[in-house]
Nanobody
């Protein structure tokens, strides 16, 4: 069974930066998409950013502030978060997906990001 392990969350002041990392416990072949999602208290989980082999996609609320990147050799995805705002406070989850046969959909356990003064 594959596990995704996230790190890099924590408490940061508004305007600060954090870098999240998510690594797979073993090599995974054929990942089509890597992504970051977040869920704030009382809200639904939402997409923050996704990256495929050639494209990136961001939620409007984080465009220009967050950057997603991947290291295929390490089966790792990163999320650089700059100019953080209190509304970015949430549990952040990473996701590795494959939508061709054989499909899979792996999720991390979540890491807390709190933006507060």
């Amino acid at each position: 069974q594959v596990q995704l392990v996230e790190s890099g969350g924590g408490l940061v002041q508004p305007g600060g930066s954090l870098r999240l990392s998510c690594a797979a416990s073993r090599t995974i072949a054929g990942i089509n998409v890597m992504g970051w999602y977040r869920q704030a208290p009382g809200k639904q989980r939402e997409l923050v950013a996704q990256i495929t082999s050639g494209t990136t996609n961001y939620a409007d609320s984080v465009k220009g502030r967050f950057t997603i990147s991947r290291d295929n050799a390490k089966n790792t995805v990163y999320l650089q978060m700059n100019s953080l705002k209190p509304e970015d406070t949430a549990v952040y989850y990473c996701n590795f997906g494959r939508y061709v046969f054989p499909p899979y959909d792996y999720w991390g356990q979540g890491t807390q990001v709190t933006v507060s003064s």
